[in-house]
């Protein structure tokens, strides 16, 4: 499957550092300097033109940071193994390089010998588990690194039932509604049994998505911006998509928000079910995050658009006012069918029980339960989902068992379902119902 040579990029913007690595190199059993670059879009565009084995990049590239350069390196050239060099290692940095696909963070003046020992074990380690995934999991084919550090294996795309999710808080924010979309779509991204194409498209008027994926403000992604999609055609192709959405490199896309909350009057409803009409030709699952504010046009055309809608919530009487709330837009829309309850931090001291919380309002129906983890408030600040970072925490597999309810993609789900034997304790509660 793989030859012994290492082909490697040199992405640096002292030349002549690049030079000597190349002339040390020139004599090396297994490694082959093949490229240069002082920049980080040449960088970019070599790893895609020429598909290096490993890529070495500098933290501080002329032109962009080294982890941006890494991270559209493991998006635009599948399988290259990332190093990244630099003067002053941290495990902050160390944390957000493997964020971005990177395998290991180097101190940028050890010796060559030592540098192509790591090249060497890294790659060779790679390659095992590339091969050990392909002969256990039929229709894999090698990909790319996601965020962790882990090896992402692009999984054979595989047909699966369409959903549309939109995700809700009711009334009150802070609940945790944009963390359970963001680990949810990363989760069926980065962690399905089989290959599933998944977007996150974000109403909020704080842009909070791309921010828990440490892609950027709102207003520096100005130009991928949702109110962009004004311009583009009803059925594009998927590579015209691309300028139109973002993709984090665990394999998750985004569309940013607006870039101003100034700008909210433009999400209008003509222009919520033009974007998800059109992200139905190209992807299996579309989650919408909703603004807090359930009165917006954005909050009540996701609802009527979404096959299902998650209720999050946290286990407090106040909750109960944003509960009604949902209960009467939903009655209004004649899709109250679709709507059910998520609960978050359903164990933190002094909340409610399940129980309890139920009894106070029975609406909607109790889909699942996600536990206080410190892990995912560290998530976000590091900008990588719990379920990337700590994918076999309690949370983790909370997010995957409550998603895999109505979008069957992980572990026995999935088998049941192409049997054509899947049932759930919902039984027959959703009914696709057109609003």
Request: aromatic letters at 6%.
């Given at each position: 499957m793989f030859e012994n040579e290492i082909k490697l990029l040199v992405v640096d913007g002292d030349l002549e550092w690049s030079k000597k690595l190349y002339r040390q190199y020139s004599n090396h059993k297994r490694i082959k300097v093949i490229g240069m670059a002082t920049e980080g879009k040449d960088g970019i565009g070599m790893a895609r033109d020429q598909g290096p084995d490993a890529a070495i990049i500098n933290l501080g590239l002329i032109d962009m940071s080294g982890l941006e350069a890494a991270s559209r390196i493991a998006r635009d050239s599948p399988g290259t193994v990332l190093f990244m060099v630099t003067e002053t290692p941290s495990l902050d940095l160390w944390k957000k390089a493997t964020a971005m696909g990177v395998r290991q963070v180097l101190t940028r003046n050890m010796a060559p010998e030592d540098l192509a020992s790591s090249i060497e074990n890294e790659v060779d380690s790679y390659r095992s588990e590339v091969i050990k995934l392909s002969g256990s999991m039929p229709g894999i084919k090698p990909g790319s690194g996601p965020a962790g550090g882990l090896v992402r294996?692009?999984?054979?795309?595989?047909?699966?039932?369409?959903?549309?999710?939109?995700?809700?808080?009711?009334?009150?924010?802070?609940?945790?509604?944009?963390?359970?979309?963001?680990?949810?779509?990363?989760?069926?991204?980065?962690?399905?049994?089989?290959?599933?194409?998944?977007?996150?498209?974000?109403?909020?008027?704080?842009?909070?998505?791309?921010?828990?994926?440490?892609?950027?403000?709102?207003?520096?992604?100005?130009?991928?911006?949702?109110?962009?999609?004004?311009?583009?055609?009803?059925?594009?192709?998927?590579?015209?998509?691309?300028?139109?959405?973002?993709?984090?490199?665990?394999?998750?896309?985004?569309?940013?928000?607006?870039?101003?909350?100034?700008?909210?009057?433009?999400?209008?409803?003509?222009?919520?079910?033009?974007?998800?009409?059109?992200?139905?030709?190209?992807?299996?699952?579309?989650?919408?995050?909703?603004?807090?504010?359930?009165?917006?046009?954005?909050?009540?055309?996701?609802?009527?658009?979404?096959?299902?809608?998650?209720?999050?919530?946290?286990?407090?009487?106040?909750?109960?006012?944003?509960?009604?709330?949902?209960?009467?837009?939903?009655?209004?829309?004649?899709?109250?069918?679709?709507?059910?309850?998520?609960?978050?931090?359903?164990?933190?001291?002094?909340?409610?029980?399940?129980?309890?919380?139920?009894?106070?309002?029975?609406?909607?129906?109790?889909?699942?339960?996600?536990?206080?983890?410190?892990?995912?408030?560290?998530?976000?600040?590091?900008?990588?989902?719990?379920?990337?970072?700590?994918?076999?925490?309690?949370?983790?597999?909370?997010?995957?068992?409550?998603?895999?309810k109505i979008f069957p993609v992980f572990g026995g789900a999935s088998v049941e379902r192409n049997n054509g034997a899947k049932k759930s304790f919902l039984g027959g509660f959703f009914k696709r119902k057109s609003c």
């Open positions: 294996v692009e999984k054979e795309i595989q047909r699966v039932k369409q959903i549309v999710l939109a995700v809700s808080s009711g009334i009150k924010g802070g609940v945790g509604k944009t963390t359970t979309s963001v680990n949810m779509g990363a989760a069926a991204a980065a962690q399905a049994d089989i290959g599933v194409r998944v977007v996150v498209v974000d109403l909020n008027e704080a842009g909070n998505v791309t921010l828990q994926l440490n892609m950027g403000t709102p207003e520096s992604l100005a130009a991928r911006s949702i109110l962009n999609w004004q311009y583009i055609s009803e059925s594009p192709a998927p590579e015209d998509m691309e300028d139109y959405v973002i993709k984090h490199p665990c394999g998750l896309y985004v569309v940013p928000g607006i870039p101003t909350p100034e700008r909210l009057p433009e999400l209008n409803e003509d222009l919520v079910r033009k974007v998800v009409q059109t992200l139905k030709t190209n992807f299996d699952l579309i989650i919408l995050d909703l603004p807090p504010s359930i009165a917006l046009d954005a909050s009540w055309v996701g609802m009527d658009v979404a096959n299902y809608v998650f209720v999050v919530t946290t286990p407090d009487e106040q909750e109960v006012a944003g509960l009604m709330k949902v209960e009467e837009i939903l009655h209004r829309l004649n899709c109250v069918e679709k709507c059910v309850r998520v609960v978050n931090k359903h164990n933190e001291p002094e909340s409610l029980t399940l129980n309890e919380f139920y009894k106070l309002y029975s609406f909607p129906p109790h889909l699942g339960e996600l536990p206080y983890d410190p892990q995912v408030k560290k998530g976000r600040k590091l900008g990588t989902p719990c379920v990337l970072m700590a994918p076999d925490s309690e949370y983790s597999q909370a997010i995957r068992r409550t998603l895999n």
